[in-house]
């Protein structure tokens, strides 16, 4: 495992820019350890929600985790963080693409050179549930 810390400025896409990062990295896994900032446009997909609930506002990344796929199955990511709008109201849930940095997105990585991540269907949950492989 290696920590990896980026910066990600304003306009770029949370998480297309965190694969991005990772993948430059030549890794194909990373876990997100830590993240703060801020966005101009959010989409978090709630709980028990089929689409995301979108948001154009300023708003404060309160924080961020899960885990980074890079290169090949985009939706294999799966990352979850609260934020809270101008008014203090805090959401919570998965990240969606369009999650657009404001100011600066902090983030710290782990990455994990040796492993790959992906997604399969699981059978006991109905979702696409990751499958960890060692990196030939």
């Known amino acids: 495992m290696k920590p990896f810390p980026i910066r ?47 948001l154009t506002e300023s708003m404060e990344i309160l924080t961020l985790s899960g885990t980074v796929a890079a ?22 849930g998965h990240v969606a693409p369009g ?10 990585l782990a990455l994990l050179p040796d492993w790959q991540f992906t997604r399969e269907p699981d059978e006991q949950t109905g979702y696409d549930e990751l499958v960890v492989q060692a990196r030939n």
Not at 18 to 39: D, H, K, T, Y
Not at 71 to 92: D, E, F, P, R
Request: hydrophobic share 45%; proline share 3%; with cysteine.
């Open 8 to 54: 990600l400025t304003p306009g770029q896409d949370l998480r297309a820019a965190l694969e991005a990062a990772v993948l430059a990295q030549n890794c194909r896994a990373a876990f997100v350890l830590s993240g703060i900032g801020s966005l101009s446009t959010a989409g978090i997909r709630l709980a028990g929600a089929a689409q995301p609930t979108r």
């Open 71 to 92: 290169g090949g199955n985009k939706t294999a990511s799966h990352m979850h963080m609260a934020i809270s709008t101008a008014t203090g109201q805090v959401l919570g």
């Open 99 to 108: 999650c657009i940095v404001l100011t600066t997105a902090e983030v710290l």
